[in-house]
């Protein structure tokens, strides 16, 4: 089975994402647009992770639960569950490493997350777009140890990437490297490499698609989560 999948997607939490990002919007657009597995991964916070998980079930997307770390050396990294809870828990131990800068909405936007009916639960408090203490390679040591998968994310763009702030691709314990086009004409050094929307507003959902064969593999577990092992191992049937 070959799934067309984006494992890069920010929401209305996210104060560079549109108000309009609201899960619910997304997993209708993902379903209009044939998209079969998905990630929602706003910056350093899982909290709309729930009502992304309750309308991809009613549009009938495979979905994985995440967050766009941001390490201490301002490199973005992707960190993806299968596990709602475990996404939580990863995201309430990355956002208390963040400093204590407050977010002022009226300056660098809305932090806003909400129910699966579009019904704002809170507002989150510091500024999401900041670094954690953690260094990129603990930024993967923690998220695997956690249990997810760890994907940099656009490493050959100009800002919050490993080439960007190292001056090239750091070798390091990666499931996969995020790409905007294959083949790179960076040296990503043998990494299985994706493509994803990184969206911020709804037209841009999907326009980086990649497609992940899983073969016979399964695709979710007897609880309905998505299988996890079965996407580390089809990651490394992707191009490199």
Known sequence: MI??????????VSPCGDLEMSPIAIAETLAQKGV???????????LNCPAFAAACKKNGIACL???????????????????????????EEVYSLL??????????????YVDEEENILGEVEKYLITSTSWQVDEVAAHAHKAGGIVIPAHVDRA??????????????????????RIPSEMNTLGYPL???????YIEHI??????????SMPLTNDDGTVNLETIRKALQLRPR
Do not use: Y
Request: proline share 3%; charged share 25%; hydrophobic share 40%.
């Open 36 to 46: 079969q597995l998905a990630a929602l991964t706003d910056h350093n916070t899982a």
């Open 206 to 215: 999907a326009r980086r698609p990649f497609e992940l064969d899983i073969g």
């Open 3 to 12: 799934l067309k999948s984006d494992f890069h997607i920010h929401s209305c």
């Open 194 to 200: 994706t493509t994803s929307s990184d969206a911020h």
């Open 159 to 180: 800002a919050f990437s490993l080439s960007s702030q190292f001056g090239f691709i750091l070798d390091g314990d990666w499931d996969a490297m995020e790409v905007v």
């Open 65 to 91: 639960f995440g967050m766009e770390v941001q390490s201490a050396e301002e490199v973005h990294i992707l960190t993806l569950f299968s596990d709602l809870d475990k996404a939580l828990a990863f995201g």
């Open 99 to 112: 400093p204590d800068i407050k977010n002022l909405p009226e300056k660098t936007g809305d932090q806003v």
